[in-house]
């Protein structure tokens, strides 16, 4: 089993291309193991509840529900546009979701892990969470990133999060899976090392925010928004669902996790707040998930941000690009757990290197070849020569090292490992010469040979980029007559395409990006022969 997970989006704002990048990871991976004949379940959902989304309502003249539910529908209508193929959907105001946190809550209550005491300090309302003297600026005040910040006495509830870290500290030290990459579990462990002692307030009064799951055991309370929030990787999952219940089978995806997340919201939020929630509710150490952690797409070096008014839209670059040119930019430019500049000009300069000149004249070419001198039959043809021979190993070290980077989640690597094979074949048709073998008979085995090669290369290229871009895996397989589902990465080997395989016309699967300049060009020399 494979259950994969992302981090639940915010509904108090439109997704951007952050958003998208971390749902199309995931996608990827979930695709991947699909692929590999494993069993998956791939969550993804809405983080509905909280101060900012009561307050974005209130502007909008809305009741909070409504709002977040119309907030929504708009990642879900990206998701669908974008090819995300979730199992499960995660939307935190869900009645499901709601009573498994508040048997959580009864159950922790009756441990003895939460209690109630009065707080004074300082609130950020934007955080919605109490600042500490670590928060302040060199200058004594509360940084811009904390908003508002007012001076507060409330009484809440606690959960005794400081019990809990010693067994966090010892966990993360000895189970380095824990989070990935490395480095990210370095600054788990050094957060970890600097804990103060501080419990988690998990409650919010219900004067001040209404909008969230009520405390099961005090009417005037409401449950604080990350507590809610993490809890969906289980609630979803079917821990402690009710009779009947449409969830899954809890223990058929628990403990099988890998929790894809951004870098941000590892330290404190998953890498304690949820790791320690998980102990304290009696999980064992063989069943704390797994954190994939992703850097974040910066724009030109800055962070995204309204006040810089730099969002990304990723429907914009659907509409301009096409999705999976989208899909192929964010998993190809991005090495998975490190920041990338998202960059318009190398999302075109990529897909046209890559897919429309690389990969597409690839399949173009040999399909038309294929047609044209050998009626559209593959023939094995003459034994290998050297440079066959090389091509054939290169594809075989390729599936190899494709297969190792996807396990490794390193999208990136793996395929530009595709793309120089594919080089290597475009290097072969000119080394070959297939137009000029064409020309003379005895050299039909050679050419059969050299075209089988090729389309063999194609195949198994076509069908391995079937979990980045699938559209264009199953227009490329199509066309040269080969039943994806019949494949597996791991038992991938040449002769896909048996002797006397056949194969159909070709059309091109990757029209090349114009630049508004070549558009124009082309539209004057359109409209130059239509006047003709
Ligand atoms: N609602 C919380 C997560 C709760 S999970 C139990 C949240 N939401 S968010 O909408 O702000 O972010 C959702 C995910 O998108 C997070 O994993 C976050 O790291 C990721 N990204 C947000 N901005 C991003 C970039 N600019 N780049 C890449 N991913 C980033 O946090």
């Known amino acids: 089993m494979f259950?994969?997970?992302?981090?639940?989006?915010?509904?108090?704002?439109?997704?951007?291309?952050?958003?998208?990048?971390?749902?199309?990871?995931?996608?990827?991976?979930?695709?991947?193991?699909?692929?590999?004949?494993?069993?998956?379940?791939?969550?993804?959902?809405?983080?509905?509840?909280?101060?900012?989304?009561?307050?974005?309502?209130?502007?909008?003249?809305?009741?909070p529900k409504e709002y977040a539910d119309m907030v929504m529908q708009k990642f879900i209508a990206l998701w669908e546009r974008l090819g995300i193929a979730y199992d499960g959907w995660a939307?935190?105001?869900?009645?499901?979701?709601?009573?498994?946190?508040?048997?959580?809550?009864?159950?922790?209550?009756?441990?003895?892990?939460?209690?109630?005491?009065?707080?004074?300090?300082f609130y950020s309302v934007r955080q919605e969470?109490?600042?500490?003297?670590?928060?302040?600026?060199?200058?004594?005040?509360?940084g811009p990133e904390w908003g508002e910040v007012v001076e507060l006495e409330e009484e809440n509830w606690y959960f005794n999060l400081s019990q809990q870290i010693p067994w966090l500290k010892q966990y993360v030290t000895d189970h380095p899976e824990v989070v990935t990459p490395e480095f990210r579990r370095q600054n788990l462990l050094n957060a970890i090392e600097?804990?103060?002692?501080?419990?988690?307030?998990?409650?919010?009064p219900k004067s001040r925010l209404a909008w969230g799951i009520p405390l099961p055991f005090d009417e005037e309370y409401v449950t604080y928004v990350w507590f809610d929030?993490?809890?969906?990787?289980?609630?979803?999952?079917?821990?402690?669902?009710?009779?009947?219940?449409?969830?899954p089978e809890f223990e058929k995806l628990w403990p099988s996790v890998c929790e894809v997340i951004g870098k941000d919201i590892l330290v404190p939020a998953h890498g304690i707040y949820w790791l320690c929630m998980l102990h304290a509710?009696?999980?064992?150490?063989?069943?704390?998930?797994?954190?994939?952690?992703?850097?974040?797409l910066n724009i030109k070096g800055e962070k995204m941000s309204k006040s810089l008014g730099n969002i990304?839209?990723?429907?914009?670059?659907?509409?301009?690009?096409?999705?999976?040119?989208?899909?192929?930019?964010?998993?190809?430019?991005?090495?998975?757990?490190?920041?990338?500049?998202?960059?318009?000009?190398?999302?075109?300069?990529?897909?046209n290197t890559e897919l429309a000149n690389d990969l597409g004249n690839l399949c173009n070419r040999s399909l038309n070849m294929c047609l044209r001198y050998c009626g559209g039959t593959v023939a094995i043809g003459a034994e290998d020569d050297e440079l066959s021979a090389n091509l054939r190993n290169s594809m075989a070290d390729t599936v190899k090292r494709f297969c190792q980077l996807m396990d490794e989640y390193n999208t990136a690597d793996a395929l530009a490992a595709l793309n120089a094979h594919v080089g290597l074949c475009n290097g072969y048709i000119e080394q070959k010469q297939p137009w000029v073998l064409a020309k003379d008979e005895t050299k039909l085995p050679e050419l059969q040979r050299t075209l089988a090669h090729l389309l063999e290369s194609c195949a198994q290229i076509g069908y391995l980029?079937?979990?980045?871009?699938?559209?264009?895996?199953?227009?490329?397989?199509?066309?040269?007559?080969?039943?994806?589902?019949?494949l597996r990465p791991q038992t991938l080997a040449w002769g896909v395409l048996e002797n006397g395989h056949t194969i159909q016309a070709p059309s091109p699967v990757f029209p090349r990006i114009l630049s508004e300049e070549e558009k124009a060009k082309l539209a004057a020399k359109a409209a130059k022969k239509s006047q003709k």
Not at 98 to 111: D, F, M, S, W, Y
């Open 229 to 247: 929030a993490l809890v969906n990787y289980i609630s979803f999952a079917g821990y402690l669902k009710e009779e009947g219940s449409d969830l």
């Open 3 to 63: 259950y994969i997970t992302t981090a639940i989006d915010y509904t108090n704002g439109a997704p951007h291309i952050g958003h998208a990048y971390e749902k199309v990871l995931a996608d990827v991976l979930a695709r991947w193991h699909r692929m590999c004949g494993e069993d998956v379940y791939y969550l993804t959902g809405v983080d509905q509840h909280g101060q900012k989304v009561q307050q974005k309502a209130e502007a909008a003249g809305m009741e």
């Open 91 to 121: 939307a935190t105001s869900d009645p499901r979701h709601e009573a498994c946190v508040g048997k959580i809550l009864t159950a922790l209550k009756e441990k003895g892990c939460l209690y109630k005491k009065a707080y004074k300090g």
């Open 312 to 351: 990304v839209d990723p429907n914009d670059l659907c509409d301009a690009f096409g999705p999976e040119a989208v899909r192929y930019y964010l998993v190809r430019d991005t090495k998975t757990g490190y920041d990338s500049d998202y960059d318009p000009e190398r999302l075109k300069m990529i897909y």
């Open 194 to 204: 600097r804990s103060e002692g501080v419990d988690l307030c998990i409650s919010r």
């Open 465 to 486: 980029l079937g979990c980045v871009l699938p559209d264009a895996s199953a227009r490329i397989l199509s066309q040269l007559n080969v039943d994806g589902s019949k």
């Open 129 to 142: 969470q109490f600042l500490t003297e670590k928060e302040r600026g060199e200058d004594g005040n509360f």
């Open 281 to 296: 509710m009696g999980f064992e150490d063989k069943d704390i998930p797994r954190l994939l952690v992703h850097g974040w």
